[in-house]
């Protein structure tokens, strides 16, 4: 799917290009400078997945940098996926830290728009948004492809990174969300990951849209998963956070299992849907988001018939 395979050295890409479902999760960065913080997720979960995104100011609340804690990983002998969103920095910023990634061999790297200020901590902080999320895609892969800068002037020792961003297929209008996806691809995205899936339905009509455009051909699409650990949470969830479809049934079977064990409900559901998104055509892989929750990670990837984890 890439015409520069030979030129990234990604772990991810090449379970990917095996044909192998990839696993990946993700580790926050701790609100304070304590790398051990991230080192302490990571152990948690290296056993059970491909590679560990690492979040950029998830929430535009301020932490750790992304590209600390993924250097953290590497010394770890992990292999991290670099988030980057393009609300905090101008081009020159976003140039200058795909090469300090690049200078600490991190091969794989998210382009995100990144959550609106105002629902963080800094809500008076200023948007930069110099370029966009597919701007950015287009950044990479010229940085590499070409070994070139946006200004023409040429890179020593180019990044070699396998690019990828974020889907959303149930924002509205849901219509537009295959062609919206078909941009990102245009730009240059070589692997996908979608946001956290509760209607499977709704999902699969996505990803049929997906399929007859041919697009699952041209990038590798992993479908994104977030165990519930309440029914509360499900409930704030289906009504408080922007993009979320979380079907009424979802809410109500953890309703009404007892709250003790709505926890352990919610990773059977995690679990069974990951077991269905498997017989999906076009599902190349998973990314399980268990915020906070790292140490869950290892019984679902286990119980869904995804580990152990390949060789390559």
């Not at 297929?169 to 941009?183: C, G, S, T």
Request: net charge neutral; with cysteine.
């Amino acid at each position: 799917m890439s015409d520069n395979n030979l030129k990234t050295p990604s772990k991810l890409e090449k379970i990917l290009k095996a044909g192998h479902f990839a696993v990946t999760s993700e580790c926050g960065p701790p609100r304070g400078s304590d790398l051990e913080a991230v080192a302490k997720k990571a152990e948690l979960i290296k056993d059970h997945v491909d590679a560990i995104n690492i979040t950029d100011n998830q929430t535009s609340v301020c932490r750790m940098s992304s590209l600390a804690a993924c250097i953290r990983l590497k010394t770890m002998g992990l292999e991290p996926v670099l988030q980057m969103v393009t609300r905090d920095r101008n081009r020159i910023a976003l140039q200058s830290d795909i090469l300090g990634a690049a200078a600490w061999d991190i091969h794989n790297i998210l382009c995100l728009s990144g959550d609106h200020q105002s629902f963080g901590d800094s809500a008076a902080g200023q948007n930069v948004h110099d370029l966009d999320s597919m701007q950015l895609l287009q950044t990479v892969r010229r940085m590499r492809d070409e070994s070139k800068f946006l200004g023409g002037d040429e890179i020593k020792r180019p990044p070699r990174m396998f690019a990828g961003a974020a889907a959303n297929p149930f924002a509205d209008p849901f219509e537009i969300r295959v062609n919206r996806l078909a941009k990102k691809v245009a730009a240059g995205a070589e692997f996908i990951q979608t946001q956290c899936i509760y209607n499977l339905d709704k999902f699969e009509e996505w990803m049929k849209g997906v399929v007859d455009r041919g697009l699952h051909e041209k990038t590798y699409i992993m479908a994104g998963l977030t165990p519930m650990k309440s029914a509360g949470m499900a409930r704030y969830m289906k009504n408080r956070v922007p993009g979320m479809d979380v079907p009424d049934e979802v809410v109500k079977r953890l309703a009404d299992t007892p709250k003790d064990k709505q926890a352990e409900e919610g990773i059977k559901i995690c679990i069974e849907s990951i077991q269905r998104l498997k017989e999906v055509e076009g599902v190349r892989g998973f990314h399980v988001m268990a915020i906070e929750w790292e140490e869950m990670v290892p019984e679902i990837v286990e119980k869904s018939g995804l580990h152990p984890r390949p060789e390559v």
